[in-house]
């Protein structure tokens, strides 16, 4: 398996407040992506970066930053989190082709 | 943008039968192809790729996708099922000129029944 962590696994919290999830790897890998995970949706991209303090948006980014100030870590946050945004957020990398993903991080806004 | 289609959302199927997952994108670009496999509270696993070459691929798993550029389809078979093919299955593309951008269809659920 890919080393690509996500942190925290599981995270509760209310609406209004900010939040920052973490993805951690260890392949030394250029690309790095944010998607959510929601049923009948599928995965979509929130955020991707292509190397340190290179990012783009994706299909849906508002409402989220990122920032890679490191090429191990890419953190997204919730500005101001709202319930709309519980879903399942997974980090995914990739140095040419392929992606692979990490194990997810299920987020509940109430 | 893609438009990745996967018809099925939910597949029931006995076990030892043959199944097979149907997917189909939208561009007639060059693509990248995919088949990605999630089990219930786990990350995403890679099943296969279609890169270019054959337009048979095989997978982990005894899977295998046919790539069919006119229909524009990557379907996923497998001939004979196991309980432990049970779970949620993604078809994703990606474009020769967006590089790693991927698109994802909206998974198919297998269920496998003893």
């Known amino acids: 398996d890919a080393g690509i962590t996500q942190s925290p696994r599981h995270k509760v919290t209310e609406t209004g407040t900010p939040v920052t999830l973490r993805c951690h790897q260890t392949e030394n890998h250029r690309y790095m992506y944010w998607y959510r995970q929601d049923p009948g949706h599928g995965l979509r991209l929130i955020h991707y970066s292509y190397g340190v303090k290179d990012t783009d948006k994706g299909e849906v980014s508002d409402g989220y930053s990122v920032s890679r100030s490191k090429t191990e870590d890419f953190l997204l946050t919730l500005e101001s989190a709202t319930s709309s945004q519980t879903s399942v957020y997974f980090c995914a990398i990739s140095e040419s082709i392929e992606q692979y993903f990490g194990p997810g991080t299920r987020l509940t806004v109430t | 943008a893609q438009s990745v289609t996967q018809l099925d959302s939910q597949v029931p199927v006995f076990e030892e039968a043959p199944v097979e997952l149907r997917c189909n994108y939208s561009s007639s670009v060059s693509v990248y192809l995919f088949w990605y496999v999630q089990y219930p509270n786990q990350g995403l696993q890679l099943l296969l790729k279609?890169?270019?070459?054959?337009?048979l691929v095989k997978g982990i798993n005894g899977f295998e996708a046919e790539f069919n550029k006119s229909q524009t389809s990557f379907h996923l078979r497998k001939p004979s099922v196991h309980i432990s093919d049970t779970a949620e299955y993604f078809c994703a593309v990606s474009e020769f000129r967006t590089g790693n951008q991927f698109y994802f269809g909206t998974g198919t659920s297998l269920t496998v029944i003893p």
């Open positions: 279609y890169l270019s070459g054959s337009t």
